[in-house]
């Protein structure tokens, strides 16, 4: 299901690369920090109030704890 809601959100000019990018610094950070990292919509894919797009300008390395406790919430 989650790849699903990730390939509908990820618009055609979207910048592949980029995005690799962004999971490739999570990985890093993780292993070198020793912290769970996760790559973050800042604005959810799927949300009664608005949905985001799987670009790299709605992407963000944040820690995991982080993450769970943002909980799908978008924080203007």
Same mark, same amino acid.
């Given at each position: +299901? !989650?790849? !699903? *809601? *990730? ?12 995005i690799? &990018? *962004?999971?490739?610094? +999570?990985? !890093?950070?993780?292993?070198?920090? &020793? *912290?769970?990292?996760? /790559? ?5 894919? /799927?949300?009664?109030?608005?949905? &985001?797009?799987? /670009?790299?300008?709605?992407?963000? /390395?944040i ?14």
């Amino acid at each position: +299901r !989650r790849r !699903r *809601i *990730i390939e509908m959100a990820t618009p055609a000019w979207a910048n592949h690369e980029a995005i690799l &990018g *962004i999971y490739k610094e +999570r990985q !890093r950070r993780s292993e070198s920090e &020793g *912290i769970l990292y996760h /790559v973050d919509h800042e604005v959810p894919l /799927v949300s009664d109030v608005v949905c &985001g797009l799987h /670009v790299e300008a709605n992407l963000r /390395v944040i820690t995991a704890e982080e993450n769970q406790r943002k909980n799908n919430k978008w924080e203007m």
